[in-house]
């Protein structure tokens, strides 16, 4: 999607679920952790439960960063 961004919508947050391998998507305007944080804490909140583990490509400081947003929302 960075090639041919939709306006302020540049990169696409795509969360998995390794156990039951279904997955979800929403375009995002940055990378910036408080945004995949918020969308993360909205998704938890929808499906009820939160996992036991968190794995990002982008690697542990990151996934810190996120961990740090999510206990603040």
């Known amino acids: ?3 041919a961004p939709d ?3 540049k990169y696409i947050c795509h ?3 390794y156990f039951s391998r279904f997955f979800w998507a929403k375009a995002i305007t ?3 952790a408080v945004e995949v944080a918020a969308y993360l ?3 938890f909140h929808s499906i009820s ?3 036991t583990i968190l794995q990002s490509n982008n690697g542990k400081e990151f996934c810190a960063l996120v961990i740090k ?3 603040n929302l």
């Open 69 to 71: 947003e999510l206990v």
């Open 49 to 51: 439960s939160s996992p």
């Open 15 to 17: 969360i998995r679920d």
């Open 7 to 9: 306006g302020e919508f």
């Open 1 to 3: 999607m960075s090639y």
């Open 30 to 32: 940055s990378k910036r």
């Open 41 to 43: 804490f909205e998704l």
